[in-house]
């Protein structure tokens, strides 16, 4: 069998400007894919709709083309694949949902944080919460008197979730031990994360996701749920977190560490792209670099093993 075509993605959230982090980890999608002949997919994950800031999306396209990336399907462009907004998608997940509710695999739980917290076994797991024990698994779909608006949980098998990451090297994690069983809906009807994102990688044929270090975590849960679905998951690169001297994470807020706030305070892409690039490490730091020139030269060696990485003195 031939191998499948590369088809990447940088898959922004409008809930704000994309600060300078998202944007090398936007330089490094691009150039993934045009170093590969592929294609590059700009997929808007709007889904947290109450989280959308209105106009952020339009900006952070401007921000993009500003900088010199383009994209081969988009909401902008269209392409196969449409729609590309994750807000428009929604009777993909629900779909999801059915064929997983076909297999036994999710089920309905009423569950509060707070009375999840309270079981004495449950872990904290950063922004996930304490660890789900699978009170609810018992009662399947089958609808009950509820205390509040149900959750869809899936029922996590367990074994053991292997990848080798581009970046950080091997990962491995027994998500029902580590994480248990994940929201797949929200009790508002939102559909998490990570359902949509894998039903769209799946749906839009991504063979490689380019994407932030702090996202290393929901790879496992991700390669999982795509094989529960039937479907592969893509390869994962997880572009070291870009952090500001101290250390800290950037901000959306900070206009200096904004795409939008260094266009507007008159700084040139070129200048902004040779300090990017600079940080990243993947060129010589020695010449301003167009984009163009990049996809012949770019070496990624310089991101492996690293899960963050100071921007370069003088950026901000």
């Not at 196969?80 to 779909?95: F, G, V």
């Not at 009662?139 to 608006?149: A, E, N």
């Not at 490689?208 to 702090?214: F, L, N, Q, S």
């Amino acid at each position: 069998m031939r191998p499948a075509a590369y088809r990447g993605r940088f898959a922004p959230s409008p809930t704000g400007d994309l600060h300078l982090g998202s944007a090398a980890t936007a330089i490094v999608a691009w150039l993934r894919a045009r170093q590969a002949g592929g294609a590059l997919v700009l997929r808007v994950e709007d889904i947290d709709t109450p989280r959308v800031v209105a106009g952020s999306e339009a900006r952070q396209l401007v921000d993009l083309r500003w900088l010199g990336l383009d994209w081969d399907e988009g909401p902008d462009v269209g392409g196969a694949h449409a729609p590309y907004r994750q807000s428009e998608r929604s009777k993909l997940y629900e779909a999801a949902i059915d064929r997983l509710a076909a297999q036994g695999a999710v089920y309905l739980c009423d569950c509060s944080r707070r009375e999840i917290a309270g079981v004495a076994s449950a872990p904290h797991l950063g922004e996930e919460g304490p660890r789900y024990p699978g009170t609810c698994r018992r009662f399947g779909m089958r609808p009950r008197p509820f205390k509040r608006p149900p959750a869809v949980r899936v029922a996590v098998p367990e074994r053991e979730v292997v990848l080798d990451d581009t970046f950080q090297g091997p990962v491995r994690q027994n998500v029902a031990g580590d994480v248990g069983d994940f929201v797949l809906k929200r009790g508002d009807g939102i559909y998490a994360y990570q359902l949509a994102v894998v039903v769209d990688d799946i749906e839009m044929g991504i063979t490689e996701v380019v994407r932030g270090a702090d996202l290393l975590d929901s790879a496992a849960r991700q390669v999982l749920l795509a094989e529960m679905l039937g479907g592969r998951a893509p390869a994962f690169a997880h572009v070291p977190l870009i952090v500001d001297a101290a250390g800290e994470r950037l901000q959306k807020r900070d206009p200096r560490q904004t795409l939008s706030g260094q266009r507007e305070s008159g700084c040139a892409p070129e200048a902004l792209l040779y300090d990017l690039v600079a940080t990243l490490g993947i060129a010589a730091a020695d010449r301003e670099w167009r984009l163009r020139d990049l996809v012949q030269v770019a070496d990624f060696d310089a991101l492996r093993g690293r899960t963050s990485q100071s921007l370069v003195a003088g950026l901000l």
